[in-house]
């Protein structure tokens, strides 16, 4: 699955994660996990930024910045909350969006992006 958010000024990503996602199965994820941020102005920016999760384990979250389909970034098993902090470095527009490739789908989280002078967009 992906998320997408399109068309704005943003330096700042924060993406918070606060329900667990839950199989087609019916049984709950073990963790929030995100296998790509992808954030594109022309290109994908994301690769140059510096990330940051405030709880780190096994799958820091530079994994999910990283490009490669086979890393991942994990929140630690039984968090019922986790965020990851993204920063391009410098202020662009996003005209083509931020998407999220899932490693395990949160059912509830939220996209905050700020430009470095202020403003921000959900």
């Given at each position: 699955?992906?998320?997408?958010?399109?068309?704005?000024?943003?330096?700042?990503?924060?993406?918070?994660?606060?329900?667990?996602?839950?199989?087609?199965?019916?049984?709950?994820?073990?963790?929030?996990?995100?296998?790509t941020?992808?954030?594109?102005?022309?290109?994908?920016?994301?690769?140059?930024?510096?990330?940051?999760?405030?709880?780190?384990?096994?799958?820091?979250?530079?994994?999910?910045?990283?490009?490669?389909?086979?890393?991942?970034?994990?929140?630690?098993?039984?968090?019922?909350?986790?965020?990851?902090?993204?920063?391009?470095?410098?202020?662009?527009?996003?005209?083509?969006?931020f998407?999220?490739?899932?490693?395990?789908p949160?059912?509830?989280?939220?996209?905050?992006?700020?430009?470095?002078?202020?403003?921000?967009?959900?």
């Amino acid at each position: 699955s992906h998320f997408v958010l399109k068309g704005f000024l943003g330096r700042y990503i924060r993406v918070s994660f606060t329900a667990l996602g839950i199989s087609p199965e019916g049984v709950e994820f073990p963790s929030f996990s995100v296998n790509t941020f992808e954030i594109y102005a022309s290109t994908n920016v994301v690769r140059r930024s510096a990330v940051s999760s405030p709880a780190v384990w096994d799958h820091s979250a530079d994994k999910a910045v990283d490009g490669k389909d086979d890393t991942f970034w994990a929140a630690e098993p039984d968090a019922t909350t986790a965020v990851v902090y993204v920063d391009l470095l410098r202020d662009y527009f996003i005209s083509k969006g931020f998407a999220i490739a899932w490693r395990f789908p949160a059912r509830d989280f939220r996209v905050v992006a700020k430009g470095q002078f202020g403003g921000e967009t959900e």
